[in-house]
């Protein structure tokens, strides 16, 4: 599965946005904290329009607060997932406006324990899982049974409260898993996934 693809078009007018001085970066919001999907696509989409160094990723602890961030001019530009309900508000937004539009592929999703969590199958019976909102459906179409869930801000967040003993049962993806010690017990697939860069508008 190609992981990223930003038509050269698209391309050329994100590096044209970058500051004509070398040490001139933008900062570009998206949804965090570390190990999200939305971290992951950023950091790939970064070394591919420019140096790494020129884009500078900063992480919000909601898609709401990257409006924010970018509406008051604390961020240049922000990175939203497709798959995030509430796009349609920077869409309407009369201060803001699309920049690009490209697919990048998330990490590889699934149902992650702690090491210290006994998992049997039957306790998805019982145990509330947590989980973004937007990687829910994955249940039904790889477990094909419903799911007694819990909604967290983000994939990385249903890990650490997984992590943090809240919860003992997460949808995530292999970035927060790996980041915060758990272990799949069940892997789904990476999503193929739409993804919009926002910028304050121009006119």
């Known amino acids: 599965m190609e992981i990223l693809r930003i038509p050269d078009v698209e391309r050329q007018e994100l590096i044209a946005r970058i500051p004509d001085d070398e040490s001139g ?6 949804l965090g904290p570390a190990g999200t999907s939305s971290e992951y696509v950023a950091q790939m989409m970064s ?9 500078r990723i900063v992480l919000e602890d909601t898609y709401e607060r990257c409006m924010d961030a970018l509406t008051e ?10 798959a ?20 990048g592929s998330t990490p590889e999703y699934g149902l992650a324990i702690r090491d210290d969590f006994v998992f049997r199958e039957e306790l998805l019976e019982s145990e ?21 869930m819990a909604t967290a801000d983000s994939t990385s967040q249903a890990a650490c409260d997984v992590a943090d003993g809240r919860y003992n049962v997460a949808i995530t993806n292999e970035e927060a898993a790996r980041q915060h010690h758990l272990k799949f017990v069940y892997k789904f697939s990476r999503i193929p996934m739409t993804w919009t860069v926002f910028a304050r508008r121009k006119d």
């Open 25 to 30: 970066s933008l900062q570009l919001g998206t």
């Open 47 to 55: 070394h591919c329009v420019a140096d790494g160094a020129r884009l």
């Open 73 to 82: 001019s604390r961020v240049d530009l922000v990175l939203v997932a497709h």
């Open 84 to 103: 995030y309900p509430g796009i349609n508000a920077f869409y309407m937004h009369p201060g803001l406006e699309p920049a690009i539009v490209f697919r």
């Open 128 to 148: 509330t899982v947590v989980s973004h909102p937007a990687p829910i459906p994955l249940v039904r179409y790889h477990l094909g049974r419903p799911l007694q």
